[in-house]
């Protein structure tokens, strides 16, 4: 359940990751958000409080985002960290779990996405609803695969989304653009860095030389043809 709140809040963020040229009408800018997830799913009650700042400069070809999510569930609290980095070619993924960064290119798919604007957000079935002020920016609205987006030139500043029982709401609390921002908040932590095809052919044991060390991998990570069957899924959520 936990990685189902996590996609869902990553893929309406993923909105303004991928696009052909500038991502943003604005030049640069520092965003925080509050996260809240809160529902019951499958008879299980469930809440989630977390946070989200948001780097860019240069349009948004340089990007950072850093969540943190505290989720409880039936008495357990969890807290998970995600991070993901794009430049005008790549895409960072850190695995804080696995101290890993997943590098992918994705100009695959920014061929299928642009800015978000009137055009993309129509052929994505979305529909425009009106108008808002977030921060006293003025947003338009959005309606799309069932939730509500605010969008200021490009970003994102509020989004509310109901799944599987659980309502998620991501509201900007603070948002300051056109600002100069230091190179130092865009490092990422000094963990190796493998390419998804390095992930998927899975470089971790060497058949030729596999011993027991084998049997410390963990169950529960995806086989090369799982992994495979997950992208061509994702992909297919753009279009042909």
Not at 118 to 123: F, G, I, P, Q, T
């Amino acid at each position: 359940m936990k990685k189902i709140i996590v996609a869902i809040s990553l893929l309406l963020g993923f909105l303004t990751l991928l696009s052909a040229n500038n991502r943003y009408e604005v030049r640069s800018g520092i965003v925080k958000y509050k996260i809240t997830t809160i529902g019951k799913s499958m008879g299980m009650s469930m809440d989630s409080n977390g946070q989200r700042m948001l780097y860019f400069k240069n349009w948004g070809n340089l990007e950072l985002r850093d969540e943190s999510i505290s989720q409880n569930m039936m008495g357990s609290l969890e807290t998970t960290r995600n991070m993901i980095k794009l430049d005008k070619e790549n895409s960072y993924s850190v695995d804080f779990d696995n101290k890993v960064i997943i590098k992918t290119n994705f100009d695959e798919l920014r061929e299928k996405l642009n800015l978000i604007d009137k055009n993309v957000l129509e052929s994505m079935d979305a529909e425009k609803t009106g108008t808002g002020r977030v921060l006293g920016y003025k947003c338009d609205i959005w309606s799309l695969m069932g939730s509500n987006i605010w969008v200021y030139k490009g970003v994102v500043l509020k989004s509310e989304s109901s799944a599987m029982g659980m309502k998620t709401v991501e509201t900007a609390i603070s948002a300051k653009f056109n600002i100069s921002i230091s190179d130092k908040k865009f490092e990422l932590p000094d963990f190796p860095v493998k390419t998804l095809q390095e992930m998927i052919s899975g470089d971790r044991v060497d058949d030729s030389t596999e011993d027991e060390s084998s049997s410390n991998i963990p169950s529960d990570i995806p086989s090369g043809e799982q992994m495979q069957e997950m992208m061509k899924k994702f992909s297919n959520m753009f279009g042909d």
